[in-house]
């Protein structure tokens, strides 16, 4: 079992920066792709970015290529997204989630249901 727990949302206006961060416990010492994902209510979850357990692979949604970079420390346990240049439509709650692996690799994964673990969620507002 491994907890994830996001921080770093808030409210900003449009054009500014946000960076999420997502802290892994628990059962930390095998290897968790990693992936983050947003939702606004009444709609369907989107996929955001993903990043292997190896951390050399990445993978970024369309909806957000160019302004958001997923990264990992996994000294720290920790993914990161860093977002920039905001826009309204990026309002949502924003979701960590992991996969076991079992072993360094360089997969990622694009499908919620591909991942096992989920945080609590994080709120992310943009306002005009």
């Known amino acids: 079992q491994v907890q994830l727990v996001e921080s770093g949302g808030g409210s900003v206006q449009a054009g500014g920066s946000l960076r999420l961060s997502c802290a892994a416990s628990?059962?930390?010492?095998?290897?968790?792709?990693m992936g983050w994902f947003r939702q606004i209510p009444g709609k369907e979850r989107e996929f955001v970015a993903a990043i292997s357990s190896s951390g050399d692979h990445t993978y970024h949604g369309d909806s957000v290529y160019g302004r958001v970079t997923i990264s990992r420390d996994n000294a720290k346990n920790t993914v990161y997204l860093q977002m920039n240049n905001l826009k309204p439509e990026d309002t949502a709650v924003y979701y960590c989630a992991a996969r076991n692996t079992y072993y360094i690799s360089s997969h990622y994964f694009t499908t919620g249901g591909d991942y096992e673990y989920w945080g609590q969620g994080t709120q992310v507002t943009v306002s005009s």
């Open positions: 628990g059962r930390t010492s095998t290897a968790y792709a």
